[in-house]
Nanobody
Framework: QVQLVESGGGLVQAGGSLRLSCAAS????????MAWYRQAPGKQRELLAV???????NYADSVKGRFTISRDNAKNTVYLQMNSLKPEDTAVYYC?????????WGQGTQVTVSS
């Protein structure tokens, strides 16, 4: 089992920045990749960024150049640095851990970008 706890969401003006954190605990040795998703009201959950255990990173076109995924192995934490935020970035943001035999989700953190 892997437990994920997100933090760092909030209200920010357009053009501003936020950094989300996702702290993992439990069977972290089984994690192959970590990712950030978001879900806006009435929309499907969207994959934003992935970082593998080897350090490879991939981004959705919608956030490429504005968002950066990173990790601190010593803290078992993955981050999502979000810059140049837009009102359309408003959503609940979720952390995901893809493990060997299952995947796990955090509880989500709300990000609201005002215009």
């Amino acid at each position: 089992q892997v437990q994920l706890v997100e933090s760092g969401g909030g209200l920010v003006q357009a053009g501003g920045s936020l950094r989300l954190s996702c702290a993992a605990s439990g069977s972290i040795f089984s994690i192959n990749a970590m990712a950030w998703y978001r879900q806006a009201p009435g929309k499907q959950r969207e994959l934003l960024a992935v970082i593998t255990s080897g350090g490879s990173k991939n981004y959705a076109d919608s956030v490429k150049g504005r968002f950066t995924i990173s990790r601190d192995n010593a803290k078992n934490t993955v981050y999502l640095q979000m810059n140049s935020l837009k009102p359309e970035d408003t959503a609940v943001y979720y952390c995901n851990a893809l493990a060997t035999i299952d995947d796990y989700w955090g509880q989500g953190t709300q990000v609201t970008v005002s215009s």
